[in-house]
């Protein structure tokens, strides 16, 4: 169970990492903050490219940061759109994020408070490897 505390650290983290989102195309940056079981938050913001299918959402961009240093363990990640616009993680990176464990909690602006939700609650029936042949 996160404390108000730690969700409100994360979220704050998650604003300063939008700072840093590379999004010209769009306009629309985010921020994401990864809180992993070590107590430690990595932070990236959403980085798009010319060839726009190949940009990359700011949730699965601060996994790749934890697991590039060896991190493969979260309790939570929150993210933040424009403004503190409401938003929730697409489906790729809900697809992307179940891989490290569906308890992850996702932590989501809603009318300018965080709501928290289990990946297991938004990524119901969701493919694994235990389904690979
Ligand atoms: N985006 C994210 O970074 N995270 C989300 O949860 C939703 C969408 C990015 C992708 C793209 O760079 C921009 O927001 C507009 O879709």
Redesign the pocket.
Known sequence: MLSSERVAELVAAAIRAREH?Y?P??A?P?G?ALLLDSGAIITA??V?NASFGL?????RSAVVRAVAQGSRRYLAIA?V?PKELD????GA?RQFLSEFGLDITIVTMRGGEPRMQSLRDLLPDAFDAESLP
Do not use: D, M, R
């Open positions: 989102a999004a195309y769009s629309f985010v994401a913001g959403n798009e940009s990359i959402c700011a949730e993210v759109g938003l929730t993680p697409c990176c």
